[in-house]
Structures are given as C-alpha cells and as structure tokens.
C-alpha cells in the first residue's frame, strides 16, 4: 500500500539516533523544510512522509480522520496488532476511544484546574533552587529539571514522593528504548514480557505498570484525592469507561509524559538562559516577559520531537498524493524552526510575541494533555530564579540523550550564583 | 460584529482551552467535564474565531442563523 516516490529520494536521515547526541540536525530539517512536497524516508520497516514545515504539520494535526492515531502505532515502527492493544493509551487512540479516555483525566488538567497546584509547584521550586545555590554547582538535571516535574506529577498523581528517584530511573531506561539499544536486559525489573508488548520495547515499562496497579490496588482499598483514585473509581463503576490495560497505560503515559518531556524544557530553558545572558537580563529587568520567555523556553527545546499518524484513506498534503495506510511523521522540531513563522528562528529571544510554536502538538485532539501543568512549571521556575535573581553558567557541554523521540538532556554541568 | 457559537458535546474533549479563553461564555459542567455555553452564546467575531480555532476537540462553531 506504500507507495513510493516517483523521483529519487533525497534520502535524508533524521532517525538515527546517534545523530542526536550532537543535538537536533536543524541543516537537515531545513533542506527537507524547503524541498517542495513532502520528503520520502527511508526507515528500517518502511519509510515515512516527513512532514517538516509549520503549516503542513498543523494541517495534519488537526485532521485526525485521515490521520489516525489508532492505525499502526504513534512511533515511528509498526506494531503487530496484538502489540499496539496491549500498549494503547491516550496518544494511539483516536475518537470515539480517545475522547473517552480524554474525558476522563482531561479535567485535572485544564487551565483553570491546574492553577490550583501552584503554591505546590512553587514549594517545590523553591526547595531544589535553594538546595542548588547551596551547593554552589552541579547537573542541573538531576538537581532541578528531573526532580521537578516528577514531584509535581507524583503529588498529583498520589504517589509518594520517597519513591521519586526510582520512577526517574524507570523513565530514564524508557527514552532509552526509543534509540537502538538498551542498557538493561529484558529480564530487568522481574519482567517476562515478552519486550514488544511493552511501550517502547522496555522492561522498565514492566515495572511502571506493576507500580501503577500497586498503586490502583492501594487507591481501591482507600480512596484519597487523587489522580489514581478518580482513575480506579472510573474503572470500578463502570468497566466500559477504563479497562484494566487502559488504567496501566494510562497511568504509565502520566508518569512518562509527566516528567520526561518538562524535565527536558527545563534542562533546554536552563542551557539557553545561560547561553544567552543578554535575554536572562532581559526577564531580570521585566519580569512581566515571563510569559513570553516561556513560550519560548518551550520553542527553543522541542521535547517531543516528532508524532507520527498513518492515513485512513487517499489523501494530498502539500501537494503530495498519498495513499491509504502510509505513514506520516510530523516533525515538531522542525516546525518550531520554521522561518515561514518565526523571525529569525534560531535566535532565543525571551520577548517573542505570537509564538505559535509546536512543542505541545500542532493542535486537534491529541494537544498535550500536561500543556498548563508544564507551563506553570516553567513559569513558577522562571519566577523563583528571578526572585533570587540566580545566573546560570555553563561548565561543560550536556550529555544528551540517543533518541530521536524526546530531545532528551540526560546531564548538564552549570554553577548557579544568586547575584544581587 | 457579534456571531453565537456552540459547543458540539460529542466531540468535546474536554481541555478546558475555552473556559481559559471566554470564561464568560464557556463553563466546564461539573459532572462530565464537557463545555456548555453559558448566557447568550454571543461573542464578537474576532475572539469566536480564535477561540473556535484553538478548540482541540474541534467541538465550537458557529450557529446556522
């Protein structure tokens, strides 16, 4: 049903993951950006139509009839039917099933609910900055960014905040498994498995939904407010609403989606405010360019980079045909770098306005469930370094992570100094 | 110029994106999450625009006058 492209592919590559330990390849993305049409890509079990300008990514987000989430997988392989059941969730689902489950979590995290959770958030801040000046320098990954986000998930969630280092550790082995290898073996965690029914091939995926049914088991027994709770009641009163392997990927894709993708805008943010002090100085000297500066905190660092959809029926897009069943990948990363809409896009300006970047989808159904949660997140952190007025400088070039899926920061060295 | 817009309840998601942007116009139903006009329904154009444009659910539009 694939069909291929009549002219020669240009034979890009933008999925090997070791591309990405040097950083996003933008020169690629731009070659692909000014290609007329779409671009053909090879990959390993079929290739894909890259969509990378701003405007076909945002036309495709918001058709999700003839671009389906359900068909074939989000990512960027096929899985066997019997795989993409068992790890279905929120992001492979489309209407009626996605708004169901929508439905059910959607209300926790709307804008207005999610002002609530601010003087936790702000708490939180507080305490890892104030740890962070202690010690004068560090990884600002492991003393802020990952710790952040996850405590504000897990408060959230209901989980106790001791265990927060171990589902830090689980999430980190999952990005792994968006690359080529992993680093545990599949029998990791008491898993047995078989690894390609699990989200992102991993064991520690075992081990996330053994935590989230403990979790559930407990929340049965004695309900708190909470998001487990309102989740496993859900399932109790009506099995039609939240089946038992819906609430596992459920709570799987709060963890996951939780932590990962913020820890990675804050470790971005981090980088960029050091990188460019003239634009820190800037929010120092106005701190009502807060807003702004973490619209763009989120442009710059594109946490997930790409979303892929397959097509229900025959279809053009950008002037390229396409038939039923294809794949099409939406390359977040690239849009939020397209000069079409953004002046000069590659500059990190705390002050720009209209900033219709990507980071959190190109709109419809699927927009990220956490998109206040991780604004306020950014904002609250934004705030409290401004109030201690904290300068970050670099000590070294971040590790990052092998993985084409989440621009993921594994560590970056910086000294912070409260400067009055 | 005014238009009315509605909510189409069965492919609302339930985001909250209109509540945030009309609080006047849109409330969350209590018990289903899902947006109900409230008052008149009327806005002026530009804003029912955006607001139309930003629902994930694609579930405002304008009502047949």
């Known amino acids: 049903m694939s069909t291929a492209p009549t002219e020669a592919p240009l034979s890009p590559n933008v999925t090997d993951a070791s591309l990405y330990l040097d950083g996003i390849p933008y020169d690629r993305f731009a070659e692909m950006r000014a290609t007329p049409g779409l671009v053909w890509h090879d990959y390993h079990d079929g290739g894909f139509w890259a969509v990378t300008r701003h405007a076909d990514v945002r036309t495709m987000s918001r058709d999700a009839e003839v671009f389906s989430s359900a068909v074939g997988h989000t990512n960027l392989w096929d899985l066997e039917a019997d795989a993409l059941e068992a790890r279905r969730s929120l992001i492979d689902t489309d209407s009626p099933d996605h708004t169901r489950l929508r439905r059910l979590v ?82 990791a965690f008491g898993n047995t498995t078989e690894l390609r029914l699990l989200p992102f091939n991993s064991p520690a995926s ?32 009506d099995g039609d609403r939240l089946s038992g392997s819906e609430y596992r990927n459920l709570f799987h894709l709060l963890v996951f989606a939780g932590n990962e993708t913020t820890r990675t805008a804050l470790s971005h943010g981090a980088m960029a405010l050091a990188d460019h002090p003239d634009q820190w100085q800037r929010v120092l000297d106005d701190p009502s360019l807060i807003e702004s500066a973490t619209e763009e905190v989120l442009r710059w660092s594109s946490p997930v980079m790409h979303m892929r959809r397959t097509t229900t029926k025959e279809v053009e897009l950008a002037g390229t045909t396409l038939g039923a069943g294809e794949k099409v990948v939406m390359w977040y990363s690239s849009a939020n770098r397209d000069d079409a809409v953004f002046d000069d896009p590659f500059a990190f300006d705390v002050g720009r306005q209209d900033n219709a970047h990507f980071s959190f989808g190109g709109g419809g159904p699927h927009l990220c469930l956490g998109a206040y949660l991780a604004r306020l997140e950014i904002i609250v952190l934004l705030e409290e370094m401004a109030k201690r007025k904290l300068h970050l400088t670099r000590l070294g070039e971040p590790v990052r992570a092998p993985s084409n899926f989440v621009h993921g920061v594994l560590s970056v060295d910086m000294a912070v100094e409260a400067r009055a | 110029m005014m238009v009315r817009i509605q909510v189409n309840q069965e492919s609302c998601i339930g985001s909250g994106q209109c509540e945030m942007l009309e609080e006047e116009t849109f409330v969350l139903d209590d018990d289903t999450g899902i947006s109900q006009v409230v008052g008149t329904g009327l806005l002026p154009a530009d804003r029912a625009e955006k607001v139309i444009d930003m629902c994930p659910g694609r579930a405002i539009s304008l009502t047949e006058t």
């Not at chain 1, 989230?212 to 109790?236: H, I, Y």
């Open chain 1, 106 to 187: 959607a209300r926790a995290f709307t804008p207005k609910n999610i002002r609530r959770w601010e003087d936790t958030v702000r708490v939180i801040t507080a305490e890892l900055l104030d740890e962070f000046v202690e010690k004068g320098q560090g990884d600002f990954v492991a003393e802020v960014a990952a710790p952040l986000p996850i405590r504000v998930i897990l408060t959230m969630l209901g989980v106790p905040v001791e265990d927060a280092g171990y589902l830090v550790e689980l999430s980190n082995f999952l990005v792994e498994g968006t690359g080529e290898t992993q680093s545990i073996p599949p029998d």
């Open chain 1, 206 to 237: 075992h081990a996330l939904f053994e935590y989230g049914e403990k979790m559930g088991e407990m929340r049965r027994n004695d309900p708190q407010d909470d998001l487990v709770t309102s989740l496993v009641q859900a399932e109790a009163e």
